[in-house]
């Protein structure tokens, strides 16, 4: 089970939300009756957007439950992805813009790709492995870890809780989140792969905006990876996602501090 989160998962998230759409038939209507939940520089987000992201979310996820922290993480998504389409409209990447005022899903969905393709362009100078990367990520490969994650929204329920822990040695075991056993190469979240050789049964805290966390090392196991030489391309690959998505992650944080976002209510 992989920890979900909207920073590293963001634009994975983004990118299966829109290709989920892509047979929904009409996008949410611009009504001047429906309630408008937040704007992102002036351009409203409706509560029909929300309710119509979460029901996709909980019929690909039919367990899952609609919850405030659920319904906070969506709108989040919904933010992100109106930030990235506001800038592809602004670099040119789309032209008509009437047609722009309409948007369609399908026009949504390749606009987007075609501007973390952009992106991705802009940071090639940026995305060279290291040998030394390559042998760091490798002996990672030879552990398996079972994570306890806590993750909130709210810095100072997570900070109360740290402060238990650090009191009582102790936490109600209801709050935790299991994640694992995990190899490093299924790992998709920064926060876990930064606690990845964390002490066992240590709790640390960790941020990664807007979620905070706590995180603890529950057990390591030992595990044989094949020899290096034959998994070489696939670390290369993973390195060089991972230093793809952590440079749109930093962009896109980069964004959200400049833009004009309103949450006018939960």
């Known amino acids: 089970m992989k920890l979900l989160r909207s920073s590293t998962l963001l634009f994975v998230g ?4 829109i290709a989920a759409l892509s047979g929904c038939g009409n996008p949410p209507s611009a009504a001047k009756n429906q309630n408008i ?10 509560a029909s957007e929300l309710k119509q992201d979460l029901a996709i979310r909980t019929r ?9 922290q659920m319904e906070a993480e969506q709108l989040n998504l919904i933010i992100d992805r109106k930030l990235i389409i506001q800038e592809a409209i602004h670099r040119g990447l ?3 813009e009437k047609f722009v005022n309409t948007i369609k899903t399908f026009w949504e969905q390749t606009l987007v790709r075609e501007f973390l393709d952009h992106k991705k362009q802009e940071f090639a100078g940026q995305l060279s492995v290291t040998d030394q990367e390559i042998q760091q990520y490798y002996s990672n490969l030879g552990r398996r870890v079972t994570f306890m994650v806590l993750k909130s929204l709210d810095k100072a329920y997570i900070d109360g809780v740290y402060s238990q822990w650090k009191q009582l040695r102790q936490i109600d075991p209801s709050v935790w989140q299991i994640v694992g056993p995990v190899g490093y190469s299924e790992i998709d979240s920064d926060v876990l792969r930064q606690a990845f050789d964390a002490p066992v049964n ?18 390591r196991q030992d595990v044989a ?3 290096l030489e034959v998994l070489r391309p696939a670390i290369e690959r993973d390195l060089v ?26």
């Open 14 to 17: 983004i990118l299966l939300f």
């Open 37 to 46: 939940i937040a704007t992102v520089n002036k351009e409203p987000i409706l």
């Open 60 to 68: 690909q996820a039919p367990l899952a439950k609609v919850t405030p």
């Open 94 to 96: 789309a032209r008509d």
């Open 202 to 219: 240590e709790v640390k805290p960790a941020a990664d905006a807007p979620n905070y966390y706590l995180v603890m090392v529950k057990d």
């Open 225 to 227: 990876p094949q020899p």
């Open 241 to 266: 996602a991972m230093k793809e998505q952590r440079l749109l992650d930093e962009w896109l944080k980069t964004q959200r501090a400049q833009a004009d976002i309103k949450v006018l209510r939960p």
